[in-house]
């Protein structure tokens, strides 16, 4: 057997395979550096002292086994400091760090240490203000909103609570609203008060908003009904075609009526067109939504137009309604 056959051949081959064994064996050895300075979080605070500076972020030195390295972000690490003990001082803590992904391996961080100012908690009350941000659905409008209360109780270091003397509160709107809602708001400082680290606490920690919401008003396109047609009728000659809105309740129906325990909203606003005459007297509770419990869907039940009652004797039509989805709760 000749082994110096080919032997240009078998040599190429294994200085390929020594060089892909080098290139992988480089690769899980190399180290990187994520691009992001990421933030520290502060484990075991005491309950009688907060954070008043600023804390420092750092670099994060890594090493990625295959291609986990590829995607990589901030979420895969957790950096933090152990605050367990600590009164009110400076202090110059160890960044500890958890990789949570088992084929990244952290090397380092930089810096190594990071300064930490506690004082003791402090509280006062600031004034809360609120803001709208978005619109309500086409042809609605906003006419009010109002928080639950003007003033809410903020806790953390004296240095910190000197810089806030309100708060500002955003409503978001989606652009669906198209009756009146209430909405659930954790309160926060802005991104840019430059808080990163500091420790905020607020009482209480949710805030109600309630919000009207109207349909724009806009001039009626009423049409005159002829002598003629106001005869065949049996209405005035000169009444005329008018709308109004109502809020009809909710009534339940149905075998499995007695268990819900709650309906979200309790009501709903209907939109009626009807002669003047017709619709001069009309009140809320002539008109009604009969909720059939045996047609909910996964808690939810779509309200159609033939579920609304309107009062017999009067020539009315449904121009609208609001909201078309009902949240059951049994």
Do not use: C
């Not at 609120?130 to 809410?152: A, H």
């Not at 509160?169 to 430059?194: C, H, Q, T, Y």
Request: aromatic content about 6%.
């Amino acid at each position: 057997m000749n082994i110096l056959k080919n032997i240009q051949i078998k040599l190429l081959a294994v200085v390929s395979a020594l060089l892909l064994w080098l290139f992988v064996v480089g690769v899980e050895n190399y180290v990187h550096l994520m691009p992001t300075d990421l933030p520290v979080k502060v484990i075991n605070l005491g309950p009688n002292v907060s954070i008043a500076n600023e804390l420092s972020k750092v670099k994060v030195r890594y090493k990625a086994q295959d291609n986990a390295g590829a995607n990589i972000n901030i979420n895969e690490f957790e950096l933090f400091v152990d605050a367990d003990k600590l009164a009110d001082g400076n202090y110059n803590l160890d960044v500890n760090y958890i990789s949570k992904n088992p084929k990244i391996t952290v090397v380092a961080v930089e810096p190594a240490q990071i300064t930490i100012n506690l004082e003791a908690i402090t509280s006062k009350e600031i004034h809360l203000k609120s803001e709208l941000v978005g619109k309500p659905s086409k042809d609605y409008e906003v006419k009010d909103f109002k928080l639950s209360q003007e003033k809410i109780k903020v806790s953390g270091a004296a240095s910190v609570l000197s810089k806030i003397n309100d708060l500002v509160i955003n409503i978001n709107l989606d652009g669906n609203e198209k009756a009146d809602f209430s909405r659930k708001i954790v309160p926060e400082m802005p991104a840019n008060s430059n808080l990163n680290g500091k420790t905020i606490i607020f009482d209480p920690n949710v805030i109600q908003a309630d919000i009207q919401v109207r349909k724009i008003e806009k001039p009626l396109d009423s049409t005159i009904i002829t002598k003629n047609s106001g005869k065949d009728l049996g209405v005035s000659p000169t009444d005329i075609l008018v709308r109004k809105t109502l809020m009809a309740q909710i009534i339940k129906e149905g075998e499995s009526a007695t268990s819900v325990k709650e309906l979200l909203p309790q009501n709903i606003l209907v939109t009626v067109e009807g002669f003047q005459s017709d619709i001069a007297g009309l009140v809320s509770n002539e008109v009604s939504l009969k909720l059939n419990i045996g047609n909910v869907v996964n808690g939810i039940y779509y309200v159609d137009a033939k579920d609304i009652v309107l009062p017999q004797g009067k020539k009315l039509n449904i121009v609208e309604f609001s909201p078309d989805k009902i949240l059951v709760k049994f």
